[in-house]
Every structure is written in C-alpha cells, then in structure tokens.
C-alpha cells in the first residue's frame, strides 16, 4: 500500500515568510508525528496527534510553529516568519496507533534564505 | 527523562566484515527501542525493535540488536557487511506515557571495498 507522502518535497523560502508544510499519513493510521532533522540539532520531536486527543505540542520550538490534523487525516505544519535557523529537513510519521511502529515519510527539506 | 547515546559518528568496515553500531539508553522507565536506517535524501526505515519481548530482536537486511538492561543497551551488529549497508544509523527510544521518539545523533556507516 502506499506510505506516508510529503509535500513539496524541497522548499526554498525567503525570511520572514510563512510555510505549509503538508503530510498524507498511511490510511487507517491514527497516529501523527512530525519530526524535524538539522544538522545542528539532529532528529528533534515537534508534534503528535493521536486520534480526536490533544495533540503533544511539546516539541515545538517557538510559537511560530503549529499544526493542525483535519478530519483525522491529512496534517499541515506551518512555520509563521521563518528564520534561517528553521532550515531543516521536516519528517512525518505515522502509526496505525500510539503503540505501534512508526513509518516515516521522505520529507520537506525546507532552505530559507 | 530519556535520552539516547551512538558511540561514533562514523564507522568504516570493510565488505564482509563485522558490522558494530552502539547505543546506550536512559530511560526511567522500561524503554521500547528502536533502529532505524536512513538512506541519502530518504526518510527513515525501521531496522528493528525492542519491546519488552525477545531480547535479541532481529531485523531485516541481517541486522540483529540484543538489549542489554544491565549495561543499558541496544547495540545493532550484522555478521557481514555488504556496499548496501552503507547510510546512516539512528537509534531512538521511546516508552509508555511518551510515544514520540528520542532519537541519537546518528552514526553514519561506511562500507569499503
């Protein structure tokens, strides 16, 4: 079946624009992550949805970032007045619930300038 | 808290020779771990996992990890490497109330000729 999609896959922005970054989890799966991945900081945690729950924003670095989960689904991360520090590659994963294994996509490699 | 350590960086092994990655956990509670693989400009694969079962897990690709509570942890080894074991290795944790991964720094594996 298919896996977990991203996108756009590369994304090229200027400072102080804001970004959406989309996510497409395996189908059935209830469980969300977003991961970000920089060579500074290396795999860092940002989110997770579970089902209709709260989701964990505990990794989110600042209040510019944020996501939502519509209807259980799809996710978008959004980065409000990105700084160049923001550059990464963002990863999402999805789980067919909060035990189970989590499967990764191929990514949003983010550069702002 | 819980937190995850890879000895080295970077690791060089000859084709056909004994493939040794470490990782040592904290954790405070029992741990689920976890190996994944990534290859260049993909997302990250799941090599294997530990949770509370066997505690020599095998994996795919001949990749095996023994979790070692006493010594707290989880080392991946494989007999015998081959050209396509070359990416990056992570290690990561994670444990009941927490199901957003930890991850380690990565080390990046090398295979030689």
């Given at each position: 079946?298919?896996?977990?999609?991203?996108?756009?896959?590369?994304?090229?922005?200027?400072?102080?624009?804001?970004?959406?970054?989309?996510?497409?989890?395996?189908?059935?799966?209830?469980?969300?992550?977003?991961?970000?991945?920089?060579?500074?900081?290396?795999?860092?945690?940002?989110?997770?949805?579970?089902?209709?729950?709260?989701?964990?924003?505990?990794?989110?670095?600042?209040?510019r970032?944020?996501?939502?989960?519509?209807?259980?689904?799809?996710?978008?991360?959004?980065?409000?007045?990105?700084?160049?520090?923001?550059?990464?590659?963002?990863?999402?994963?999805?789980?067919?619930?909060?035990?189970?294994?989590?499967?990764?996509?191929?990514?949003?490699?983010?550069?702002?300038? | 808290?819980?937190?995850?350590?890879?000895?080295?960086?970077?690791?060089?092994?000859?084709e056909?020779?004994?493939?040794?990655?470490?990782?040592?956990?904290?954790?405070?509670?029992?741990?689920?771990?976890?190996?994944?693989?990534?290859?260049?400009?993909?997302?990250?694969?799941?090599?294997?996992?530990?949770?509370?079962?066997?505690?020599?897990?095998?994996?795919?690709?001949?990749?095996?990890?023994?979790?070692?509570?006493?010594e707290?942890?989880?080392?991946?080894?494989?007999?015998?490497?081959?050209?396509?074991?070359?990416?990056?290795?992570?290690?990561?944790?994670?444990?009941?109330?927490?199901?957003?991964?930890?991850?380690?720094?990565?080390?990046?594996?090398?295979?030689?000729?």
């Amino acid at each position: 079946g298919a896996g977990v999609s991203q996108s756009p896959s590369n994304k090229v922005t200027e400072k102080g624009k804001d970004v959406e970054l989309r996510c497409d989890p395996i189908s059935g799966h209830t469980a969300l992550y977003w991961y970000r991945q920089s060579l500074g900081q290396g795999l860092e945690f940002l989110i997770y949805f579970q089902g209709n729950s709260a989701p964990d924003k505990s990794g989110l670095p600042s209040d510019r970032f944020s996501a939502e989960r519509t209807g259980g689904s799809v996710s978008t991360l959004t980065i409000q007045r990105t700084q160049q520090e923001d550059s990464a590659v963002y990863l999402c994963a999805s789980s067919f619930d909060a035990q189970e294994t989590q499967y990764f996509g191929p990514g949003t490699r983010l550069l702002v300038l | 808290a819980q937190s995850v350590t890879q000895l080295g960086s970077h690791v060089s092994v000859s084709e056909g020779a004994l493939v040794l990655l470490r990782c040592n956990y904290s954790s405070s509670v029992p741990p689920y771990l976890f190996w994944y693989v990534q290859y260049p400009n993909q997302g990250l694969q799941l090599l294997l996992k530990y949770t509370s079962a066997a505690t020599l897990v095998k994996g795919i690709n001949g990749f095996e990890a023994e979790f070692k509570k006493s010594e707290t942890s989880f080392h991946l080894t494989k007999p015998s490497a081959h050209m396509s074991d070359a990416a990056e290795y992570f290690c990561a944790v994670s444990y009941t109330g927490r199901r957003a991964l930890t991850f380690g720094s990565g080390t990046r594996l090398q295979v030689q000729p």
